[in-house]
């Protein structure tokens, strides 16, 4: 047998081994392997999984939230600088108070009232002059105040907004001087006498509280006209005094309102605070016209507020103090 058939029939070296032509899996040959027939897959196909999930971000508060949280802080802030003025200032303040008491000791024996409502009548209008005086003075002065410390930049810059700031200082000023009201109440009960005034106040109760509460936010619109005015014409301090003075003395509670020129009478029914003492004194029925004019100062001081401070940012005096 030569090589050349060894190499063709050959246990070994046979076409149909597996190191022949046909390759290991050809099934040529003997010792070929069969190919095995495709099985179907019944399984049914598989599901996509959810997409891989990406870096974890915090999630945003809702807006509400967000805008409550910002207002908190002002507000916080507002009474943290307050109390480094009361720190600071502590004396000027407690002469404040003393003055004020002055002035209702004077009006409670220059005329004396008879009834004891009308003792409370007048002791609830040197109040509420006196907690929306402290809130009044603040906003006619922060523009210029601010300015002059350098601050109002930063203010302008801060995340929380223009509202925001302004009605947290509205909201810290009206809480503190809630505080110096409650000590003048006290003195207040001292001298006019614990059962009289009591007595009145427990008749006016009902009527004081909406009549207050339409008067201060009267007197807070007052304000935001004084601020819009300082925006422009930044000196508008002399002015805050001498409207604040003239709503102690012609409001109705120092001085007794049958004694007013009939000038003063119609000056006052603008009054916020004339109107509040009026509808504690008469009644109900006067609920409606002292709601307009504290509706009516509102609209105004935001008005004011707005033109005048978009003035102010065209012209670039926000910060300026001249």
């Known amino acids: 047998m030569t090589g ?72 916080t802030a507002a009474l943290l600088k307050k109390r480094a003025e009361y720190r600071r200032y502590w004396l000027d303040f407690a002469v404040g108070l003393a003055i004020k008491c002055i002035f209702f ?38 523009a210029l105040e601010e300015a002059y410390q350098g601050t109002a930049e930063q203010l302008l810059v801060t995340r929380t907004r223009p509202g925001q700031l302004l009605a947290g200082v509205v909201v810290a000023e009206t809480l503190l001087s809630a505080l110096w009201v409650g000590l003048f109440l006290a003195v207040a009960t001292v001298l006019a006498g614990p059962e009289r005034l ?43 005094e001498v409207v604040l003075y003239y709503l102690l003395v012609f409001s109705g509670f120092f001085l007794p309102g049958d004694t007013l020129p009939w000038a ?23 609920a409606a016209a002292a709601g307009l004019v504290s509706a009516g100062w509102l609209v105004a001081g935001c008005a004011v507020l707005y033109s005048q401070w978009q003035w102010a940012r065209r012209a670039g005096r926000l910060g300026s103090y001249v």
């Open 4 to 75: 050349a058939d060894a190499t063709a029939t050959g246990p070994a070296g046979g076409l149909g081994s597996g190191r022949g032509t046909g390759g290991p899996d050809s099934g040529t040959g003997a010792a070929g392997r069969l190919s095995a027939p495709a099985v179907e897959d019944s399984r049914p196909p598989a599901t996509p999984g959810p997409p891989p999930a990406g870096p974890w971000r915090p999630s945003r508060p809702a807006a509400g939230a967000e805008a409550a949280g910002d207002l908190r802080r002002a507000v």
């Open 105 to 142: 000791l004077g009006a409670l024996y220059a005329a004396p009232a008879a009834d004891p409502r009308e003792t409370a009548v007048r002791v609830f209008g040197f109040s509420l002059w006196y907690l929306s005086a402290h809130v009044v003075a603040k906003l006619g002065n922060m």
């Open 264 to 286: 003063l009478h119609l000056l006052n029914q603008l009054s916020p605070l004339a109107r509040a003492v009026d509808g504690v004194r008469a009644g109900w029925g006067t």
């Open 198 to 240: 009591w007595s009145g106040a427990a008749a006016v109760a009902g009527r004081a509280l909406v009549f207050g509460l339409a008067g201060l936010l009267g007197m807070i619109g007052m304000g935001l006209v004084l601020l819009g005015l300082s925006l422009r014409f930044k000196q508008v301090g002399a002015l805050t």
